[in-house]
């Protein structure tokens, strides 16, 4: 696939690895140019050769997250090479959790800071000039963690939700200015999220690695879903059949939907054994 100067522009968080690197094969595959951004040079590198091999035009902007500068200069390098972005996805991330009284202070920083800030910034950044244009799209990468808030992982709940609210709040501010917003909750599913993963908790570690590992669905798939999604217009994303059962049982009914959260919450307290 040959693109060129009128091709769409994708610029991408987290996407040397994981659900990042299968949105850019996606995007690429669907005619759009790609901006590998990441903090790990040699896997963005890897990746940005997979898309120039499908024809993408395709670069390596090194982006840390949890940086303000690093996304504020984002748009530039974007406005540089291809004169600015179409298409922005917010998707790098960490994994964190264990009892909410065994986190720290510091556990809560560098969640918010990456989870959440990190979708603040890249949306700081790249708002003013999609306006300007009168177009864009922003897809913000989220959880299902963040509609269900499950017992045992207080702080990336609470960074997701906050990436869902933020979502739900530019999704109607910015329509009338032409740009579109989706906030994509996926469940687990194989990753490499796991190798980021901070908890004091040996058991949510290893609960951690359980649920990637048994997913129904692959990062491909939910890469399909979101791209399906932007095309539609879809706001809330959600790829696995399960959890949109468990979030339309709790729309029903919230009481009940907490009653049945303590089954999680006791295997918790009996499970839960600090690490060395």
């Known amino acids: 696939m040959t693109h060129t100067n009128s091709s769409p522009r994708a610029f991408i968080t987290g996407a040397a690895s994981g659900l990042g690197r299968e949105l ?16 790990n040079e040699s896997r963005a590198s890897e990746v940005v050769k997979e898309l120039q091999a499908l024809g993408t035009d395709a670069f390596f902007y090194r982006c840390d997250v949890s940086q303000d500068q690093d996304l504020a200069n984002a748009p530039a390098a974007m406005e540089a090479r291809w004169g600015g972005t179409d298409v922005l996805i917010n998707n790098a991330g960490v994994a964190g959790g264990g009892p909410f009284d065994w986190l720290s202070m510091d556990d809560w920083h560098w969640m918010m800071n990456i989870n959440f800030a990190g979708v603040l910034r890249g949306c700081r ?12 799209y922003i897809i913000n990468i989220a959880s299902m963690a963040g509609l269900l808030n499950p017992p045992g992982m207080s702080n990336y709940n609470v960074a ?3 990436v869902v609210s933020l979502s739900e709040t530019l999704q109607p501010e910015l329509k009338p200015h032409g740009i579109g917003v989706s906030c994509v909750c996926p469940s687990f599913f194989k990753t490499n999220l796991g190798e980021s993963l901070r908890t004091p908790d040996a058991n949510t570690e290893k609960n951690m690695t359980k649920l990637l590992e048994n997913s129904d669905l692959s990062a491909a798939d939910i890469a399909d879903a979101i791209f399906s999604a932007m095309q539609k217009g879809e706001f809330l994303v959600m790829p696995h059949e399960k959890a949109r059962m468990a979030w339309d049982f709790k729309r029903a009914n919230l009481d009940q939907h907490l009653e049945a959260q303590l089954i999680l919450a006791n295997q918790i307290r009996d499970r839960a054994r600090r690490k060395d």
């Open 24 to 39: 850019a094969l996606r995007f690429a595959r669907a005619g759009y140019r790609v901006c590998v951004a990441d903090v």
């Open 160 to 162: 997701k939700a906050a």
């Open 125 to 136: 950044a790249f708002v003013p000039g999609m306006k300007n244009r009168g177009s864009g």
